[in-house]
């Protein structure tokens, strides 16, 4: 407890020594432009920083004592980022050109998650002698100011610029911070130009985008920069020494301009083989950011749901089976490089796997599953049977040749003995499609609030009629089975499919009394009827 007291006291001295120069001087927060040689010495200084040593030790009375990690990380963050208030907030704002703010909740399982990376990216841009505030407000405490800042959720990140708020795009992750943040301060490249910059920058970023240019000019290197400062996530270095540039891309074999893509995985090298034209170096970052195969996590979901790379592939299995499965998938991968994406998702994980695997009506596994997705045409694809190697290589020709089979997922076919016809996906043509009679279909969900009523409704009218031979009533449950010509957007929906059209199927209102319902069927049946005679 009195570590914990005087922690928290320093932290309030260090916010009231800020806040005091804030308020003397506007430009006491702002650094100077960083040259090549300050940025060496900057990253030099982060590794120092943001290195947590879980076994330093503090004399105590003669007692040894060992801070944890979790003390060490917030002791560093109260160096570095301010903690706003009702009375500050707006202050700290306005007196600065770059403030990012983090808006969070004391519950919020998310906010204690991003509240450490908040604090090593803050760390690591004051490393890098960064001109940006980093500020954090707890938005549960001071809910005006909060709200003022345009804060709705947990946690929400916003970049200020001159007082204009500006939403975050980046990860979460505090490397992700800080490559976002200094790219939208006026440094989306770093100049290397010696070999031990090279070796440290090598040591800080384990994916960046390396460009050679002779002068850093012409328009050739623009479309580069361009590139650079649109681009959220990946770190971009130049350099014009091809000593240096061999540091970084031992592959590379030719004298600029050239550019090409580093990673830590298997395919480590990518060389940019297109015109520099910045949408093509977009797009080439875009289809080769990510691993061979991406083992699905929370940080970075929203990065492979947001890939440009239309046709997906989803390979589901415990954890324990992933070693065995990698290598193969890699394989398999290489061979459709930047043409599918690949993705290994634990099953033991449901808020990660469950979500897609609904769509495919499989919420309960136990085995490696295979399904694919074409993003263009927003269908879905299941590997059916044993998923060997062979078999999964075969499945992914198919699906970017464009002749897999889409797939509709369906309950089992049940056994049908009452006034109302249970159709599933796999019996919608037989039982709707087919049927030779004036059809009625109701269509509903589980979790539809209105669906009970509606159904109450039908078997009502299925009664109602059941001595009219020419008319049959169905329902289907759409949460559980699909088929390519049913296309319904909203629940519950009523449809009556005439005998002799069965492909323009009549809206029935939902909204429509017993009487009123029972007369448009009686219409339609009546008119089917009279069609047929007509032509007979």
């Known amino acids: 407890m009195t570590t914990l007291r005087r922690l928290t006291f320093r932290f309030v001295i260090f916010n009231l020594t800020i806040l005091f120069l804030l308020l003397i001087s506007p ?6 432009d960083v040259d090549s040689d300050s940025e060496e010495d900057g990253l030099e200084f982060i590794d120092q920083l943001i290195a947590v040593d879980e076994d330093q030790e503090h004399d105590d009375g003669g007692v040894q004592q060992t801070k944890s990690p979790e003390a060490e990380v917030w002791s560093k963050a109260q ?16 007196l600065n050109e770059f403030v990012l703010v983090l808006g969070y909740a004391p519950w919020c399982d998310r906010s204690a998650e991003t509240m450490p ?3 090593e990216a803050a760390m690591a841009l004051k490393g ?3 001109s940006v505030v980093m500020a954090k407000i707890d938005a549960e405490r001071y809910p005006k100011a909060a709200s003022f800042l345009g804060i709705k959720g947990f946690p929400t990140l916003l970049l200020f610029v001159n007082a ?3 939403a975050y795009t980046g990860g979460y992750a505090w490397q992700e911070m800080v490559i976002w943040v200094r790219k939208k301060t006026g440094f989306p490249v770093i100049r290397i130009n010696s070999l031990s910059h090279a070796d440290s920058f090598v040591k800080r970023f384990s994916t960046f985008a390396i460009g050679l240019f002779e002068n850093f000019e012409g328009p050739v290197y623009r479309e580069f920069l361009d590139a650079a400062t649109l681009n959220n996530e990946i770190q971009f270095a130049e350099v014009s020494d091809v000593e240096i540039a061999n540091v970084l891309y031992p592959e590379f074999k030719r004298d600029g301009p050239f550019m090409g893509l580093v990673k830590s995985e298997p395919e480590r090298f990518t060389s940019y083989l297109g015109t520099f034209k910045t949408d093509s170096i977009l797009e080439f970052l875009d289809h080769h950011k990510l691993p061979l195969v991406n083992i699905l996590t929370e940080a970075n979901s929203a990065r492979v ?7 997906q592939v989803f390979v589901f299995a415990e954890v324990e089976e992933f070693e065995k499965l990698l290598k193969p998938l890699q394989d398999i991968a290489r061979k459709f490089l930047s043409k599918i994406m690949f993705v290994l998702v634990d099953i033991g994980q449901d808020n990660l ?21 074409n993003e263009g045409f927003s269908s879905k694809y299941l590997l059916e049977g044993q998923p060997a190697t062979s078999r999964i290589e075969e499945f992914c020709s198919k699906l970017y ?4 089979q889409p797939y509709f997922k369906s309950q089992a076919i049940p056994v049908n003995e009452g006034n109302i016809l249970i159709v599933v996906g796999k019996t919608f043509d037989e039982l709707v499609l087919n049927n030779a009679k004036n059809l009625v279909l109701e269509v509903h969900t589980p979790w539809c609030i209105d669906c009970d009523s509606t159904s109450k409704q039908v078997e009502k009218l299925a009664k109602h009629f059941k001595g009219l031979n020419s008319l049959v009533f169905a329902r289907i449950d759409a949460s559980a089975n699909e088929h390519p010509k049913l296309k319904v957007d909203h629940f519950p929906t009523l449809l009556f499919y005439p005998a002799a059209d069965k492909i323009n199927p009549i809206h029935l209102s939902t909204r429509s009394g017993l009487k009123e319902l029972a007369a448009s069927i009686n219409k339609y049946v009546k008119a089917q009827s009279k069609a047929r005679k007509d032509e007979l």
Do not use: H, M, W
């Open 401 to 404: 040749d464009g002749t897999l």
């Open 164 to 166: 204009t708020s500006n």
């Open 117 to 119: 990376q908040f604090a």
């Open 27 to 32: 430009l006491a927060s702002r650094a100077i």
């Open 353 to 373: 796997a469950k979500p897609l695997l609904t769509l495919f009506g499989l919420e309960e596994l136990d085995d490696v599953t295979v399904v694919a997705f």
């Open 305 to 311: 749901y947001s890939s440009s790379i239309k046709l």
């Open 128 to 130: 890098l002698g960064s």
């Open 79 to 94: 160096r570095v980022v301010i903690e706003l208030n009702a009375d500050t907030a707006n202050r700290i704002i306005d």
